[in-house]
Each structure stands twice: as C-alpha cells, then as structure tokens.
DNA sequence: CGAATGAGGGTTTTT
DNA sequence: CCCTCATTCG
C-alpha cells in the first residue's frame, strides 16, 4: 500500500509538470508553485483564487510530496470547504485517470470512474484538514479540551455542547435580569451578548476585559462574561467564540500541546483572510511559528503559511473581523518588501468572470473607498451589456419589475434557467414581497441562509435530545426536553428540582437519578421523573450498540415525541412532522458521507451548518440572499435590490466613515457577483415595521460611472408588465375563477399540452400540478395556462 | 398545569 | 408587520 503510493507519487509527479497548470496565468502560477515560507496572494473578485487554492493544495501534495494528514486549510464557510474537498478530489482523480487509463476520467465507465474518486478520497482527500476555523478547532478541542484550564479553573470535558445562538442569549438573559438582577434597560442582554462576543474574538478573558474598561457599564458586562463562562461550564458546553478562543488559550498556557499541532500541521492555508479576527489570527500564528515571536528565528523548512484575501471584500467586522491583519501580512510574516521586489506577496488581477462594463462599475465604486491595497480588476471578457439600473414606486413594484425581466429574459435566451439569476438585497427580510410573488407565479426559487433549519423549535428538541444523552452536564438541553412532549413533570417539580441541584452544588441530573430525592422534592410527578430518568440511561447504554441513525430513531419513538406530534392532528405539526423527517434525513446522509460517524460528530455539525439548503441542491431555482450570503459565488444574471440610503448603505453605517465603507465594500461584492448582466434597483417608498417611508436613492448609485448605466429600461418596462405580470388584481380574478379540476387538458404557453393531476390552495393563491406530454409533471400557474376541451 | 390572548418590541449582516 | 414573551383564564 505505501510502495503504491510512493509509485503513484513519483509517476504522477512527472505527468503532471506538462499540463497540470498551463492554463494559469503567470501570477497565479506563481501563487500555485509556492512551497515553503510565507506567502500573501491578493484575489481579486473573479480572479480564480479557488481554482489557485486548489491547485496549490494538489501541488503540494503531487510535486512537493507533502503528505496531505500535515495540510491544514481554513475556509470561511462550510460549503467553501466542502467545494475545495471536491475540486481537489477531481482534479487528483483526472491525473488518475490518466495515469492509470490513459484515458480523461469523464470517458471512463461510471464503475471505474466511482473506484478512482473512492481511491482519491481515502488516500488523500480524508487525511487533509479542510474545514471552518470552527469546524476544525472544535476537532481539535475534542482531542485536547481535558488539558485546558481558565484563570478561574473553570474545566470541560470531551463531551462538551456547542450552544447555538439562542442558547447564549438565554444564559446572558438569566445571568442580566435574575442572577445580577441589572436594569434590562440599561443592560438589555442582546448588546451584552454582542459585547462578549467581541471581547472573546479578541482574544479577552472576562479578567482582561474588565482590565480593559474604566467605565462602569465594561465592569459589568465583564462581571456578566464571568457569570456567563460559569455557566457555560458548568453545562460542559462552549458557544462558537469559545471554539475559536479555547485552542488559542490552549496553545498559549501548553507548550506541548501546541507543539503537537505545529508538528502536525507544516502547510497552512487561509482563505478568505480579510475576515479573520484577530483570536483567529493568534491561532493560525501559533500554529505556524510555535510560538516563536522573532521573525529571524522562524524555520520555513518544509513550512509554509499560505493565506489568500482581498481587502475590498472584507464585510465581517461586525463579528470583529478585521483586514488590517491582512494588510500586516507583509510585516508579520512576509519580507516587507515594496510591491514590485516581494516574493511574498503576489497580486490576482484578472477577473475572469464578469463583463468589463460590470468591473468598471466595480472598479469606480470602490476607488471611494480609502483603506484599501491599490489593486483594480482587469477585464478579460468583453465589454458586455449595459448595466441596468430602475426605479420602482415601492417595494413590491421592485419585486415585481425584477421578476418580470427574469421572466423575459429567461422566455427570450434558451440557455437560460432559473439557476443563472441571483436576487441579492441587505437585509433577510427583503426577501418576502418577491417570495409572494414568486410562489403566485409558481417559479422556484431557494432562500439562501434565511431558512434556518436549526432554530426551530421542533428541531432544538430533538437535538437537545442527542445532545444530552452525549453531555449530561447539558442543563439546558435537559430543561428543554423533561417535559417535552408533556410527561406531567410541571414548572414547581422542575424548580425545586433546580433549586435542589443548586444547593447541594450538584448537577441537576445527579438529583433526578437519585430516587430518594425525586421521592422526597417531586412528589406526583416522581414517577413520571423516574420513567424519564430510565429512558435516558437506557438510551446511553444504546450509545455504543446501536448505529447514530438506529439510535436517533429509537429516542423519536421511545421518547413519544413522534407520538405527540402525530396526536395533535394540526397543519402546524403536520409540519414539524416533516421537519424532523428531514432531520432525520440528515442523520442518514452524515452516516453516508462521513469516516467518523459519532453523535458527537453529528451534532457538531449541526451546529457548525447553520442551513440545510446545500441538501436540496440541485433543482433548478432562483436564488434569493443576501449580499453576505453571496460572497464567492456567481451568476450570470444578478439583480441588486434596494439601492436606498438608510437601507443600503445600512443607516447604522451612516454616520460612521469605516462603517460606510465596509457597506461600499458589500456593495462592491453584490455587483462582482454578475457575469453578464448587472441590474440594481431601490425604490421611492418602502415598507418598515408596517409603515410608508419615502426612500432616497443610494448614493452608491451616485458613485457609479455614469455612462455605464442605463436607466431607460423602466420604460419598456411598461410594455412587458401586461403581457407578463398582471397586477395582483388581475391575478385574484384569474385564479379565484373555478374552473380548474383535475383530469382537465390544458395549454401551457411555453410547456405545451398537459393534463392537471393535482390543484393546490384556494382563493388567489392556486397553483396547479401539470403532467405535460413532453416535460413531465411540473407544478404552475394557472395564469400561464389555457383550458382546451 | 397548560392553552389562549394581548401587549410590546424589534431588522444589518453570520460561524 | 411579525414574532416573542408574559399574563390570564379554564
């Protein structure tokens, strides 16, 4: 197996020298041919940072012969991860392919393509560590966390919870209003959990931040981040700051241990560095230096560190991310050098993506901008299509202009689909006036990122399940499914249960096994507590028998939680049902595609994915997001929306200089997303909390290079608006008309002849399930069909 | 003990 | 406008 692989290395090493990257431009080349020391690479929009991530990835592992268990990339998102894993996987088993068959890996037979990526997976794609800061970090706590102690020797063990969100902004709540009894006023628990937050992404324990503030208000919010660490300890649970901090105290206090991980890790890569905070970057600077501060004594033998960002696309800093740790790049690891004589830095300028009418305007909208490193998108692509900008009445008139051009253009061009539009907006609820509009006409479109599938409600209680079934400590976990579904174990029981636990400094699950107690403190309810306590220590024992997904289906039904759910016969938990079917889907699939499958392992990723929708991929859909949600990707049509001051630019940002220059930055993001078409919208008056407010346009409109706008299209936009869009008065009378029955044959205007096999709703908002003769069954409009007899 | 009802408050962006 | 929380009633 070994001899295998050295021979694999050498053979593949010589076929890929020829063409592997001839195709890269020279900068690029460069950045994928760096091995040892420090290297920044400024991506610009579009300008194949991926593709140059990933081949760098393959070229160590095919020239250099690093062996892929000491890589160690970070990327910003899931999904980035998830995507390099794949490009990296393709582009090894395209040169097996060759190597072992001569042959492209696309002509070979479907078996023997899946035997090579099955081949490339677990030789190399398995052994690398790709991941979020906090995926990996959280993997790494798992081996470590024991060894780990705070200044105030507060502990955790392997088991540890990840709370999510809401469960952070509970415990500040109690800690806030019952334990500190604090003016909710003056300390409402959303700025404090905000401020703590900052604090640990920048590295503060709660003794360093109380340091840190002379004022009162810091005192307290410091005093409340102790509470707060308290009480994450004692549920043996950590928040996702914690995930990233924890490692960094780690590697601070244990010299060993830090020397574990740097031996392990010789080449790191960062992507999206622009975004890091600066506890990410003490972690990444640990790891690379071992803690060795001076620059001179630093050994790059067999060691790189590879990060790759773009200061103009830096938009996190509301979660303390910050881009001046890239632009001190040069000064902390690199040669410091002037632009022109530094081989630690290299510059991607060539936008391969958009059209130049669509960089200029990129280009001019960022020129505003002052802290920047000079750097401009060069067009490779023609100068393209005007960029569209239009004026709507309000926001529904905006929705309804960008979605009437989508079905134009998407009527007019055959390579078009649903797919190649994006809708981009500030905010997640801006959303909704094109969601109505597109579920009356029935064209599928996918919310990005707003759906979160995690926080609801019925999901939390399942996993709030597994959770405390892995970490008993996970008091809030316990809380939440005690009586849930009802068990009769009611509010009082539950108090003096907590109050118990409380006094004798026990945890609240050591009270509930100790049938004494129960007897004495629960009275009524002590037998429902002692059927409870039974079956969570039953379901522990299962732990190690039963596979994730036997298990996770033994506690829906044992638990009665199906039950329960099934009895209450409403919509509503028809729903939830469903729900937690599709959880239990993403149980099946995390065994599938997973080495390691554990409930650890699985409910950390959970918390670490916040959505599902990378599950229902694949359907051909509009995308709808917001402008963060959309840094990476592309389309070829992209719509920016609600161009209005106060919106976008946030008025948050308004009075703030760097403020407003991260939104240009957003901004500057939104139109770098298109590759073909450009269009950007605001309306006069806009919906807020329920009120009209008249609307100014953005004054990133303003800074845009005048000639390349065209606002004439609102025009003929007129034209359109009848034969596509009726107003939604016309839509009622249509549709309220009852005249659609199943088995009827109708004519579609761009599907043909087909038979209704199913109708959905009533009133204005039918749509109708359509076999058609040529196309299958689709669901539609019925304002787009005909009745024929 | 649990469901129903009303007031009040809140939207920037997310791992 | 929508959702959450708290209070009240059954």
Redesign the pocket.
């Given at each position: 197996m070994f001899i295998a692989l050295i021979l694999t290395f050498t053979i593949m090493s010589i076929s890929t020298t020829t063409q592997f990257f001839s195709h890269l431009n020279p900068n690029q080349r460069f950045a994928v041919e760096h091995f040892c020391g420090p290297l920044l690479v400024v991506a610009g929009a579009g300008s194949g940072k991926t593709s140059t991530l990933t081949y760098r990835i393959a070229n160590l592992i095919l020239q250099h012969r690093v062996n892929p268990e000491n890589i160690l990339a970070v990327t910003?998102?899931?999904?980035a991860a998830r995507e390099m894993k794949e490009r990296v996987q393709n582009l090894f088993s395209e040169q097996l392919a060759l190597l072992d068959y001569g042959e492209k890996l696309n002509f070979l037979p479907e078996y023997e393509k899946t035997k090579i990526k099955s081949r490339v997976w677990h030789n190399y794609i398995k052994e690398m560590w790709i991941g979020?800061?906090?995926?990996l970090f959280a993997r790494v706590l798992r081996f470590d966390i024991e060894k780990y102690q705070d200044e105030q020797g507060r502990k955790w063990n392997r088991n540890f919870s990840i709370f999510?969100?809401?469960d952070s902004?509970?415990l500040v709540?109690e800690i806030v209003?019952k334990k500190l009894n604090l003016d909710d006023k003056k300390f409402?628990s959303?700025s404090v959990r905000?401020a703590i937050?900052n604090a640990k992404n920048q590295g503060f324990s709660p003794g360093e931040l109380e340091l840190e503030c002379n004022d009162y208000k810091g005192r307290v919010i410091a005093q409340v981040y102790s509470h707060y660490q308290d009480k994450l300890a004692e549920n043996n649970a950590l928040d996702?700051?914690d995930?990233?901090l924890l490692p960094a105290r780690l590697f601070q206090q244990n010299e060993q241990v830090l020397g574990y991980w740097h031996q392990k890790f010789h080449h790191v890569l960062v992507d999206e560095y622009q975004d890091t905070n600066r506890t990410q970057y003490q972690l990444i600077q640990q790891l690379v230096t071992n803690g060795e501060r001076k620059k001179s004594n630093r050994n790059w033998n067999q060691r790189s560190v590879f990060v790759v960002g773009d200061a103009d696309q830096s938009?996190?800093?509301?979660?303390m991310a910050d881009f001046t740790i890239l632009l001190e790049f040069q000064r902390d690891f690199g040669d410091g050098l002037a632009d022109e004589y530094t081989s630690t830095m290299v510059k991607l300028e060539e936008n391969y993506r958009s059209s130049e009418n669509i960089l200029q305007a990129a280009n001019g909208l960022i020129e505003n901008n002052t802290q920047r490193i000079d750097k401009i998108l060069k067009a490779t692509k023609g100068s393209g299509e005007s960029i569209c900008c239009h004026t709507a009445d309000d926001e529904v008139a905006e929705a309804q202009f960008v979605i009437n051009q989508i079905r134009t253009l998407e009527n007019q061009n055959p390579e078009l689909d649903w797919v190649s539009f994006a809708i981009l907006y500030?905010?997640?609820?801006?959303s909704?006036p094109f969601e109505d509009i597109l579920v009356r006409l029935g064209i599928p479109y996918t919310v990005?990122?707003?759906l979160k599938f995690y926080?609801r409600k019925e999901i939390k209680d399942v996993l709030a399940y597994l959770r405390f079934i892995v970490n008993p400590s996970d008091m809030v976990s316990l809380l939440r499914i005690i009586?849930t579904p009802?068990?009769?174990?009611?509010?009082?029981?539950?108090?003096n249960l907590v109050n118990a636990a409380h006094e004798l400094k026990k945890p609240l699950w050591e009270v509930l096994v100790d049938e004494i107690s129960v007897n004495n403190l629960a009275g009524?309810?002590s037998k429902s507590i002692k059927n409870f306590v039974q079956m969570v220590i039953n379901w522990r024992r299962e732990i190690d028998i039963l596979s994730v997904s036997k298990l996770v289906k033994q506690i829906l039904e044992s638990s009665g939680y199906i039950d329960s759910l099934k009895d209450h016969g409403t919509d509503e938990a028809e729903n939830r049902l469903q729900n937690v079917r599709e959880l239990f889907n993403a149980v099946l699939q995390f065994e599938e595609e997973n080495e390691e499958v554990s409930l650890e392992n699985f409910l950390a990723s959970t918390a670490?994915?916040?959505?599902l929708d990378d599950l229902k991929e694949g359907d051909s859909a509009i995308s709808l997001?917001?402008?963060?949600?959309s840094k990476g990707l592309e389309f070829p049509i992209v719509f920016v929306i609600g161009l209005e001051q106060g919106l976008f630019p946030?008025y948050?940002?308004m009075n703030d200089p760097m403020?407003l220059e991260?939104?240009r930055r957003?901004c500057y993001v939104g139109i770098t997303r298109a590759q073909d078409r450009l269009y950007l919208s605001h309306a006069k008056e806009r919906?807020?909390?329920?009120?009209r407010e008249p609307a100014l346009r953005s004054q990133f409109l303003n800074e845009l290079p005048e000639d390349l706008l065209v606002t004439q299209f609102c025009k003929s936009q007129k034209d359109t608006k009848n034969t596509f869009l009726p107003k939604s008065s016309d839509i009622s009378n249509y549709a309220s008309m009852p005249c659609w029955k199943v088995g009827n044959k109708v004519l579609h205007r761009t599907f043909g002849m087909g038979e209704i096999t199913h109708v959905f709703g009533g009133g204005d908002k039918i749509s109708l399930a359509v076999k058609f003769d040529y196309l299958g069954q689709k669901i539609v409009n019925p304002l787009q069909l005909q009745q024929v007899n």
């Open positions: 910003f998102t899931n999904k979020t800061f906090h995926s999510d969100e809401s902004q509970t709540k209003s409402d959303r905000y937050s996702f700051d995930l990233i938009v996190y800093s509301f979660r500030r905010t997640n609820a801006q909704r990005v990122g707003s926080d009586n009802r068990r009769g174990i009611g509010k009082t029981t539950i108090n009524r309810a670490l994915n916040s959505n997001m917001t402008l963060h949600a946030n948050r940002s403020a991260e939104e957003l919906r807020l909390y329920g009120y």
